[in-house]
């Protein structure tokens, strides 16, 4: 099995910076795609940014040229630097990673338990 465990998130005035940390454990073969995503109260679950083995990345347009997605493969870790932050923000967080646990199983989707953004207007 694998594991994932977000840290870094809090509470902010709007205009402020957060920098949130996901780390990976267990079984891990292969880690391909991470990501983090959110979920505000009363809403689906919605994608934030996501980042390959190869460091390429995908934002969602409301988060572009304020949030940077990055990884660390050696460590098995992703971070999501959060700059100029709306109160829209506000949600939890959630870290995914999309990784195998043996060499004959295709990929799975793992998720961090969440952590908490909160933005005050």
């Known amino acids: 099995q694998v594991q994932l465990v977000e840290s870094g998130g809090g509470s902010v005035q709007a205009g402020g910076s957060l920098r949130l940390s996901c780390a990976a454990s267990g079984s891990i073969f292969r880690i391909n795609g991470m990501g983090w995503y959110r979920q505000a109260p009363g809403k689906q679950r919605d994608m934030v940014a996501t980042i390959t083995s190869g460091g390429s990345t995908v934002y969602a347009d409301s988060v572009k040229c304020r949030f940077t997605i990055s990884r660390d493969n050696a460590k098995n870790t992703v971070y999501l630097q959060m700059n100029s932050l709306k109160p829209e923000d506000t949600a939890v967080y959630y870290c995914?990673?999309?990784?195998?646990?043996?060499?004959?199983?295709?990929?799975?989707?793992?998720w961090g338990q969440g952590t908490q953004v909160t933005v005050s207007s």
């Open positions: 995914n990673a999309e990784a195998s646990t043996s060499w004959y199983l295709k990929q799975a989707s793992y």
